[in-house]
């Protein structure tokens, strides 16, 4: 089988992230024996190959119960363990995935790799849906608001009233998947306010429950904080600044004991209107 390099992808002040094993080699290899490599190491695993149109490569992505159309970590970090081997050293990449191109480019001054997702399409669920998703999370009767939002894949949006609420979440993970696809999503993405970092952009706090990934809850999920921007940002709940939406830095995995930090920003067409946002955030090989 091809070799497995490891790296954290997110990572905040050099602790936590979210695994990836990555094959930077993947030609030959078959389906199951990429989701095979995901079963073995528990998390979304990444495959580069070549492109099979105009791009510099195509990336395909499994978690250890199926193949994944995109994967917003898994695609940061890639590139940027590239970027380290030297196999991009353009300013720009075009990356080939089941959702579509992904556009690229490297931050020389940040270290770090920006990747493109397209402009959120976001609907409020029903009220007995946001019901049963607020049961699901174990919130307390009452009234809840529930979003179906997405960029590549829907995630279920949840807001909670203070990152306590947020962290002290026992979710039923034993009818999650039902749940989930009673709803048409892939997971749900409760999410709070925090305090703002030391330049002042704004801090959401978020947790990631899975559909049907192969484990209960995920540490960093990009498309689903660029779906959190994408609706914050539509639904006005974010700060202008320069007569935009400012760029968020979105923390997960502290109730799992592995801190993430996920940047986005809003990203911008040639002429200057709102195209989607970027993704961005550290990254750092693992030792294991």
């Not at 081997?85 to 931050?107: F, K, M, P």
């Not at 920006?114 to 009234?143: C, F, M, T």
């Not at 993970?173 to 709070?192: H, Q, V, W």
């Not at 993430?260 to 550290?282: D, K, Q, T, Y």
Request: aromatic share 8%; proline share 7%.
């Amino acid at each position: 089988m091809s070799e497995v390099t490891l790296i954290r992808v997110f990572v905040r002040d050099g602790q936590g992230g979210n695994p990836v094993p990555l094959v930077a080699d993947a030609r030959g290899m078959s389906a199951p024996e990429m989701q095979a490599v995901a079963a073995a190491h528990g998390h979304e695993s990444a495959f580069v190959l070549p492109s099979e149109i105009d791009c510099d490569w195509r990336l395909r992505f499994f978690v250890p119960q199926h193949e994944m159309e995109m994967c917003g970590h898994a695609t940061v970090g890639t590139l940027w363990a590239l970027r380290q081997w030297g196999r991009w050293t353009t300013a720009t990449a075009r990356i080939e995935t089941l959702s579509g191109v992904v556009l690229a480019y490297w931050d020389d001054a940040g270290q770090c790799v920006w990747i493109s997702q397209p402009a959120v399409h976001a609907e409020a669920l029903d009220a007995e849906a946001a019901g049963r998703v607020a049961a699901q999370l174990g919130l307390p009767a009452g009234p809840h608001a529930a979003i179906n939002a997405a960029t590549s894949r829907v995630k279920t949006l949840v807001a909670l009233p203070s990152v306590a609420a947020l962290d002290s979440l026992q979710p039923d993970f034993s009818t999650m998947e039902p749940l989930c696809a009673s709803i048409g999503s892939t997971g749900l993405y409760p999410y709070a306010f925090g305090t703002p970092r030391a330049d002042g952009r704004p801090v959401v706090h978020a947790r990631q429950f899975p559909k049907s990934s192969g484990y209960p809850e995920d540490a960093a999920t990009g498309i689903a904080a660029a779906a959190l921007w994408g609706y914050l940002q539509q639904a006005g709940e974010l700060p202008l600044r320069d007569g935009s939406a400012p760029a968020i830095a979105v923390w997960q995995g502290d109730a799992m004991g592995s801190p993430s930090e996920i940047l986005v920003a809003p990203r911008h067409g040639e002429s200057g209107e709102p195209a989607g946002c970027w993704l961005s955030g550290s990254v750092a090989w693992s030792e294991a």
